[in-house]
């Protein structure tokens, strides 16, 4: 799986140095080419290769508790019946995702950007690892609601709503997404003041362990707060929160993209005009991060998980901060086989920690 991962991103990483030089056409087909590779790596992996999926495995025979039971999405019940029905086995579920949630990634990515295959790049190099290797269900949420960010700029408001709506049926985390209607498409001096001191803050919160959590009405959170408070009581949330904010190179990295972003905002507002709307969710991301972790890490690192493909498009919009263009893809492409080679990296250190 391991030497697959790294072709489609060496693959993926030749062409975004060509695609310039390629009809559309020839674009949209090694883009599909690439993306049948990508369905064909998530779907027929092992169980037991990534982190949760022998959980998913154990989910699918119904050997969970009662708790997380209840607190799982409809629609994972229905492919469940469907495929117990059939007497297929776990790999039919993760092909099921993974032929939904890749094609969504897909065409969202090819909507917002100008370099399909950049922007690809910057995609395989850690959220494919994570949300159709990882957390599946999430990861078609958090598919939608980068649909959704392409949407309500483009003001088809509606179509962003009802992305993240079905989100929701994937993912009750994604319920967080409506944050988005309350996000203006510009960024006013004073919101950069804001802006700039949501990490500040946040770690402050973060590493004096703020629990907001009596903030939140239990009727929000339903039985997935539950599930979590659960966890957390017996114990088993420090397994399943994965590496540590402190040791994740890939939250640093985005960090830095985060600030450098909001500097130049303007100018590459001018490039890419989801660079705001994304600013926001990032920050949002962080607060999310920083803020929940009190209450549970694994709530705060999903729920960053979920907002952070904002940074998808950042990493985008910074293509265009360099000149000439050979050197802003050198550095963009650097940065990613930092994060794909950190990525791979983690997935080992997760695997270690569950035997």
């Not at 039971?69 to 099921?96: D, Q, R």
């Not at 600013?279 to 690192?301: R, T």
Request: with cysteine; aromatic share 16%.
């Amino acid at each position: 799986m391991v030497v697959s991962l790294v072709l489609i991103f060496i693959v993926s990483l030749i062409l975004s140095f060509f695609e310039e030089h390629l009809s559309k056409r020839d674009k949209l087909i090694l883009y599909s080419l690439i993306g049948f590779a990508m369905i064909l790596i998530a779907g027929l992996r092992e169980p037991g290769s990534t982190p949760d999926s022998d959980a998913y495995e154990m989910m699918l025979y119904g050997n969970t508790n009662e708790i997380l039971e209840e607190a799982t999405e409809p629609t994972f019940i229905f492919f469940c019946s469907v495929i117990n029905s059939l007497s297929l086995g776990v790999k039919a579920l993760f092909l099921t995702y993974a032929f939904i949630s890749i094609p969504i990634h897909l065409f969202a990515l090819w909507k917002l950007s100008e370099k399909p295959f950049l922007t690809l790049t910057i995609y395989i190099s850690y959220y494919y690892m994570i949300h159709d290797m990882v957390q599946i269900r999430a990861g078609v949420a958090a598919a939608l609601f980068l649909c959704a960010i392409y949407f309500y700029v483009e003001k088809k408001k509606l179509h962003a709503l009802g992305c993240i709506l079905i989100g929701i049926l994937f993912h009750y985390s994604a319920t967080v997404g409506l944050v988005l209607f309350l996000m203006r498409d510009e960024i006013p001096t004073w919101q950069t003041y804001i802006l700039y001191l949501v990490v500040p803050i946040g770690l402050i919160a973060y590493f004096t362990n703020l629990d907001i959590s009596y903030l939140i009405p239990d009727e929000i959170g339903g039985a997935k707060l539950a599930a979590y408070r659960n966890l957390k009581d017996m114990g088993i949330e420090e397994v399943q929160s994965g590496i540590r904010f402190e040791g994740n190179p890939i939250i640093w990295i985005n960090i830095i993209l985060y600030y450098a972003s909001i500097y130049y905002r303007e100018y590459l507002a001018k490039y890419c005009k989801y660079t705001h709307i994304a600013i926001k969710v990032q920050a949002f991301a962080f607060c999310c991060l920083f803020f929940i972790k009190g209450f549970s890490q694994v709530v705060g690192n999903r729920f960053n998980d979920y907002f952070s493909v904002a940074s998808i498009i950042l990493w985008t919009a910074a293509f265009y901060a360099f000149q000439p263009q050979l050197l802003s893809k050198i550095v963009n492409n650097t940065i990613s086989t930092v994060r794909f080679v950190a990525s791979i990296l983690i997935y080992a250190l997760s695997l270690l920690s569950l035997e």
